[in-house]
């Protein structure tokens, strides 16, 4: 089997619901609709105000759960998760809603982020003796709450949450309660909605959609709501703080149909690629995306460039995650596979290729390699957002400079590793004003070196299992 993923891979998603009978298939449909967020497991914790349920596996959604598996969780409080792992290798015990007992008390954790003083609380926990049944950060929290159970579940969980760093949309069930939280910077977004009278908290606005969920309003930057029957309860337990918002939500990361941090991704990413038409005023014959990341800024910078945009390649949509080997003979098998080049199309055109990032280049190469050889007299690349030089600590999958090929190389030196005519690569300020929001608002840490939390200098992805 060859697993020829080598894209950008993404970070978690989380979706829960309290008050509604359906509460499980509810939860299935949110992951599904977050399932971009992770595909590398997917779990579900169930509880009917006294017994909690849970089921996880790896893999999909779909491939995890069916009508069967889900008709045994009943209840009507439910939280779910899909992941991508960004602390802890990825395995079956790193799978997430993560479920413990204590004390007779049920309590699961979905969460989204990272946590960037992981590794320092975990040793200061096993000195204290506690014993850890994964290598995740998500696990912390459920030790740190516990420690403090004695003064009450509440004063437990602020002084858990006063404790972490870095990055965390996360929640939390109990037997009768849905509770959701936000780090103070409010790095990854979480949002709350409404169904008939169920409350629903997701990742993203998509999943609300999907379920018919009318949205509320964002969790706001270190927030916490506490649902069970007597409704909904907002607390702020921390000072205020800057926002630190992950721009990358807008430019990779988000469903283009979801609404974040107040704005809708689609109209964010074709700004991006307006941008980019008024910041390289660059002469070609068609303007075309590698589907279907740079599709929203493609059509962008088309529209606003006045070249005509087309689908230079043609996306495979059955193509899984693996498949069998080919032969040694067919010669980048990986690429065409999933993206193959309309020669019609391409054949003696200056072609202008749009996308969203390019963080380790291999995979960008051999897509342009294919675009060359469909027969293309030019090929330019421009990018909807600034060099990748800096890693991520806040739970996106780049925690270390050797991954970033902007990192130790210039402009021009990518230009010739990737084989283009020419590369361009928005600004900062272009892509700050193409979200409509102040730069201030966001953290710019992977373009700009400038971190709102700095990590413990053991962090890095599998620092918890060393
Ligand atoms: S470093 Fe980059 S990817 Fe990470 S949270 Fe900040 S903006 Fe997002």
């Known amino acids: 089997m060859l697993n020829y993923e080598q894209a950008l891979k993404e970070e978690c998603g989380i979706f829960g619901i309290f008050g509604h009978p359906e509460a499980a298939k509810l939860t299935y449909f949110g992951l599904y609709a977050l399932q971009h967020r992770g595909e590398e497991s997917s779990g579900i914790v169930i509880s009917d105000g006294s017994q909690v349920r849970e089921q996880k596996g790896m893999g999909l959604v779909a491939d995890v759960f069916n009508e069967q598996s889900l008709s045994a969780l009943q209840g009507n409080l439910a939280i779910g998760h899909v992941r991508y792992s960004t602390t802890g290798s990825s395995m079956l015990k790193n799978a997430q809603p993560f479920l413990v007992s204590h004390g007779g008390m049920a309590l699961a954790i979905a969460h989204n982020g990272n946590l960037t003083n992981a590794h320092e609380l975990r040793l200061g926990l096993e000195k204290k003796g506690a014993i850890f049944q994964s290598t995740m950060d998500s696990e912390i929290f459920i030790h740190l709450i516990a420690h403090g159970l004695e003064r009450g579940f509440e004063p437990a969980l602020s002084e858990a949450l006063s404790q972490v760093q870095g990055a965390y949309s996360m929640l939390l069930l109990t037997q009768d309660q849905l509770i959701g939280a936000r780090d103070p910077h409010g790095f990854r977004p979480l949002c709350l909605g409404r169904l ?36 909904l309860r907002s607390v702020k337990p921390s000072s205020k703080t800057q926002s630190a918002f992950c721009i990358f939500e807008f430019i990779y990361f988000a469903r283009p149909d979801s609404y974040i941090f107040g704005q809708n991704v689609y109209q964010v990413r074709k700004r ?3 941008m980019l038409a008024k910041e390289y005023p660059i002469q070609g014959d068609l303007a075309m995306p590698f589907p279907d990341s740079g599709n929203y800024a493609g059509l962008g910078f088309a529209e606003a460039s006045k070249i005509p945009f087309e689908m230079g390649v043609i996306r495979n949509h059955y193509v899984g995650r693996t498949f069998i080997q080919p032969s040694q003979s067919m010669r980048d098998f990986g690429v065409r596979v999933k993206l193959n080049p309309v020669r019609s199309v391409l054949k003696g055109k200056r072609v202008i290729i749009i996308e969203d990032s390019i963080i380790r280049g291999t995979t960008s190469r051999n897509r342009v390699q294919a675009v060359r050889s469909a027969g293309a007299r030019e090929v330019h690349m421009l990018v909807s957002c600034p060099p990748h030089q800096h890693p ?25 590793f990737l084989g283009l005519d020419g590369l361009g690569y928005l600004s900062i300020e272009g892509l700050v004003s193409a979200t409509g929001l102040p730069e201030s608002n966001f953290c710019l840490a992977c373009f700009n070196g400038r971190y709102p939390v700095r990590p413990d200098s053991a962090f890095d992805k599998l620092c918890l299992e060393r």
């Open 392 to 416: 991520c600590f806040y739970g996106i999958d780049f925690s270390t400079r050797g991954e970033l090929i902007a990192c130790h190389h210039s402009v021009e030196e990518i230009k010739k």
């Open 272 to 274: 991006l690629g307006q």
């Open 196 to 231: 008939n009278g169920a409350y629903v908290l997701a990742s993203e606005t998509c999943a609300l959609d999907l379920v018919e969920a009318q949205y509320i309003r964002d969790i706001e930057p270190g927030e916490i709501v506490f649902i069970n029957k007597n409704g």
